[in-house]
């Protein structure tokens, strides 16, 4: 069973910047697709993509982060990261990570970014 467990969340004013951290606890997840999805807050919105790279490093990003959001990963140590600069209110939700696995995705329990006015 893997398990991510993610870290770096928190309040920031609005144009700040936040880095997240996403360690996996198994080396499965260094050969295969990592990405950060969040859930904006109301109980009904699906989590969106915001970033995910491949094992190769290739990119995805959300129009809505390009040029202000990075995804990154370091392969020896199984984590993945985000670092997210100028961000703005609508940047609030949960940030997941995921793992990309077949039959089954991992995820993490999610950590709170909360971008105040």
């Known amino acids: 069973q893997v398990q991510l467990v993610e870290s770096g969340g928190g309040l920031v004013q609005a144009g700040g910047s936040l880095r997240l951290s996403c360690a996996a606890s198994?080396?499965?997840?260094?050969?295969?697709?990592m990405g950060w999805y969040r859930q904006a807050p109301g109980n009904q919105r699906e989590r969106e993509l915001v970033a995910s790279i491949t094992n190769r490093g290739s990119t995805n990003y959300a129009n809505f982060v390009k040029g202000r959001f990075t995804i990154s990963r370091d392969i020896a140590k199984n984590t993945v990261y985000l670092q997210m600069n100028s961000l703005k209110p609508e940047d609030t939700g949960v940030y997941y990570c995921?793992?990309?696995?077949?039959?089954?995705?991992?995820w993490g329990q999610g950590t709170q970014v909360t971008v105040s006015s």
């Open positions: 995921q793992c990309r696995m077949w039959p089954t995705d991992y």
């Open positions: 198994e080396s499965v997840c260094s050969i295969t697709t």
